[in-house]
């Protein structure tokens, strides 16, 4: 029988079939309407896995993040079928972003960590908002 | 006039408000040794924040029989309140074993060390992406709870 490496208990386990995304895939609006940080993020499932499109507090528009990059799906454990999160990078240049976003009773938790890569003086900092399911995805 | 790029308006800084170069984001407030409040955790057991020549690094425990797994020290970056600010909201570390890559993002809240935990397996065992969430109570509390 083959052994898994492991570096703590709950690792020694896998699935039985692959990620479950129907769970989580949609439009997560911001429970705060007077956000200044993410207004909304669309959640959308293709072949290859899950995508992430995330819109940011701008005006007069939100500013479109466009998909991120290396969009990660997690489950609620290493043989979990059910979705329970993600992690996604932006890169903007000027700045990056990482997002890591978790489920909870019904809300997406949605934590971010900004760098800025400028010389701007900004502090690199932390974000945390949630958000609460809007509406389906179109099946394609 | 120099443009400041921005994605949200949180990106938005007047001159003004930018914080002194001179002041650096302080972990001492996450600073010590925190004990998982889950004493029968298959996760992590023990996490301990420190700072090495100004430095903050976090080293983890898993729960392995018979002692815990340690995971060594890495350094950590901290993350300020906002971006005018220089006081330490959270702690963000990677572990990269190899075999898999385990993110911790930790912040304190009302006494009580919550540790957000992204693993990734990199091995091609099928195992799931997986996200856990436990919480650790600092171990010189322990120490005074017994006198």
Not at chain 2, 14 to 33: K, M, R
Not at chain 2, 111 to 126: C, E, N
Request: aromatic content about 12%; charged content about 20%.
């Amino acid at each position: 029988m083959e052994t898994l490496p492991y570096v703590r208990a709950k690792d020694r386990r896998r699935p039985d079939g692959p990620l479950d995304l129907s769970g989580i895939t949609g439009t997560w609006r911001n429970t705060n309407p007077n956000t200044s940080g993410l207004v909304k993020v669309i959640l959308s499932h293709y072949e290859d896995g899950l995508a992430v499109q995330a819109f940011g507090a701008c005006e007069p528009e939100p500013c479109e993040w466009g998909e991120a990059d290396e969009v990660v799906a997690c489950a609620a454990g290493p043989a979990s079928r059910q979705p329970m999160g993600f992690t996604a990078q932006y890169h903007f240049g000027f700045m990056k972003t990482r997002l890591e976003a978790n489920l909870s009773r019904g809300l997406l938790i949605i934590a971010g960590f900004h760098t800025f890569l400028d010389d701007s003086g900004r502090s690199d900092y932390f974000t945390r908002e949630f958000f609460r399911f809007q509406q389906p995805t179109p099946t394609e | 006039m120099e443009t400041v790029h921005y994605t949200k308006a949180d990106d938005q800084v007047d001159p003004g408000d930018l914080p002194d170069a001179d002041v650096f984001i302080d972990p001492a407030v996450l600073a010590g040794t925190w004990i998982n409040t889950n004493r029968h955790t298959e996760g992590i057991v023990k996490v301990v924040i420190a700072l090495e020549n100004g430095v903050p690094t976090v080293q983890a425990f898993g729960a392995c029989e018979p002692e815990p797994c340690d995971w060594g020290v890495v350094q950590a970056k901290m993350f300020a309140e906002n971006a005018s600010s220089r006081t330490a909201k959270t702690l963000s570390a990677v572990y990269d074993f190899g075999f898999m890559e385990t993110s911790l993002q930790a912040f304190g809240k009302l006494g009580v060390l919550v540790v957000a935990i992204f693993t990734r397996f990199k091995d091609g065992s099928g195992r799931a992406p997986y996200f856990d969430r436990e919480f650790f109570y600092e171990a010189h509390t322990a120490a005074s709870d017994a006198s």
